[in-house]
């Protein structure tokens, strides 16, 4: 077998990824994959956890094995360690996927590189990017109980960003996407703090707030549409315990805005999707389906070349997932009525 560094051409990656000095690449961001294509009967990928504090805290990351879901693996030695691939099917080549499972928060999983016998250039071509913008519901927080029940374990135990709606719904378009997903952050505020809010940790690779972490480069990944699904938690009643004034419409709507604005300088080509969100009280979610209408009326007026903005609201759902989340069922739903909207966008036609 030889060993090929993360940086060898053949390997390809996508999403908030951190390349370090030796080469070796850090998953960060909420789905955040790497695709290759090795020969022969097996191969091993070098992988680490790097979770932040001395807490006894892992990562989680998953396979696709010649088109096969594989399930998920906990990351939590803090050397680097081979996982060996040993692939169903006899074949002279093996695709092969790696997916982080869990978000930035819980700090990121380092690949050192590929040991295989050879490698071969990724067939996977394509046809449209779609950067999807949210919170938990986003990352796939508390959707998968098939190994560790709700209130058991660690808080992202049952993380599942392969299966969340927007690398789904990407699935069945034949669409490439990046997740930029935070549990708890809101758009002017979050479920339970004021500040970091998605605005501050948007332009981090890593969604760290901090202004002199490493910087997302947006030419990296060029989207034909960003889906944005922010706003739940500024419209939740918190933790019940940090105190919490009555939810500000005006400045919901103003942050939102200025903040497509922003995205828009970068990608001013992109359609924006906004949605609702499944979970929320009829009450509230009136509330919010009655602010994303005027950020829609308001955007399309206020912000230079914008392209028309497009509004999709989510039937409510008693969610299955832990912590009032949908789980892994709900979520392939969600997928499945996105699924015609974003065609449309896309300007395909659905079979």
Known sequence: MQTFPATHPSLHWQGRILEESNGHKLLFGSAAYLRFRFKGDSCKVLLRNHAPGAGGDYNYISFVIDGVHTQRIKINFDSLDALTILPEHAAPFHDVEVYKETEAKCGAVEIGGIEAMDLDTFTYHPAHKIEFIGNSITAGMSSDLSTVPCDKGKWYDQHNAYEAFGP???????????????????????????????????????????????????????????????????????????????????????????????????????????????????????????????????AEKQITDLQPVTLFFFPLIQPQGCGGHPDVAQQAEMAVQLEPVLAQMLGKNKE
């Open 168 to 298: 789904t719904v990407c699935r069945k378009l034949n669409c490439d996407f990046t997740l930029a997903a935070y549990s708890g952050l809101g758009m002017y505020r979050n479920w339970a703090t004021d500040y970091p809010v998605m605005k501050d940790v948007y332009e981090s690779i890593m969604l760290d707030p901090n202004p002199s972490s490493p910087r997302y480069n947006y030419d990296s990944f060029i989207p034909d549409v960003i889906v944005m699904c922010v706003g739940a938690n500024d419209l939740s009643d918190g933790d019940g315990v940090t105190p919490r004034p009555p939810f500000d419409s005006t400045k919901f709507i103003t942050t939102f805005i200025s903040f497509i604005n922003n995205i828009h300088q970068h990608h001013p080509k992109a359609q924006f999707l906004l949605l609702n969100g499944p979970v929320n009280t009829p009450e509230k979610d009136l509330i919010f389906k009655n602010c994303l209408t005027s950020i829609k009326a308001q």
